[in-house]
């Protein structure tokens, strides 16, 4: 397993600058690729990894974790997160929007937050909840994310039930072309390396659960 293809992530609502001090320290000495913390540790985040000899990128979110923020609401977010130091902005799918087939406000939406993130030199995820989609909407999820340039689909935030089956993610990955890279939330029943074996370019891991 390559250790950069791992996201240490502590986004709970508990979590104080003692526990982003450790999330820091255990992605420094595991040589993770990225941390996810909440946006009032992003600069926390930075400043703790600054003589950090190899690149770890700072992750936070933006309309998370429901997603039916405002466009305007989570363009503010980014380009705050974004002064803060971050690398990457994770910002949640609007499901709300997405259930009720308003696509091209959703691909609107996405290509606004693409641009803002890719002017500043920063990559995009979007985080899709697979456990709220079927099949078709899986695909379209994945064809809006595509259209908008955004540089990472993730699979689940954690916050909902999802799949994070080898098939869910074998099949995101033959939807999605090469140039969007797939980050894969690692719930119960499967090993980081199947998911990466799977198609996974990234396994999101939660604080605390370090891989053995």
């Known amino acids: ?6 996201e240490y992530a502590c986004l709970e609502a508990g979590a104080s600058e003692t526990t982003i001090r450790k999330l820091c320290e255990d992605a420094w000495i595991r040589q993770f690729g990225a941390i996810a913390v909440a946006p009032t540790f992003t600069a926390y985040a930075k400043e703790m990894l600054e003589f950090c000899p190899f690149k770890i990128n ?5 309309g998370f974790p429901f997603g039916y923020s405002t466009t305007r609401t989570k363009l503010a977010e980014a380009d705050e997160a974004l002064t803060q130091g971050a690398d990457e902005i994770q910002v949640s799918l609007n499901i709300s929007q997405f259930k009720s087939m308003a696509y091209l406000s959703i691909r609107e939406e996405l290509r606004q937050l693409a641009v803002l993130v890719h002017d500043r030199g920063k990559l995009l995820t979007v985080c899709i909840e697979t456990g ?38 074998s099949k ?12 894969v939330f690692n719930g119960p029943g499967t090993t980081i390396q199947e998911l990466l074996d799977a198609g996974a370019n990234r396994v999101a891991l939660a604080f605390g659960n370090l891989p053995g």
């Open 58 to 62: 700072i992750i936070t979110v933006a």
């Open 132 to 169: 709220l989609l079927d099949s078709f909407d899986l695909y379209t999820a994945c064809e809006l994310c595509t259209e908008a340039s955004t540089d990472f689909v993730k699979t689940a935030s954690g916050f909902f039930p999802a799949d994070h089956g080898i098939q869910v993610v």
């Open 1 to 6: 397993m390559n250790p950069a293809a791992i």
């Open 172 to 183: 995101i990955r033959s939807i999605l072309p090469a140039n969007v890279r797939l980050s």
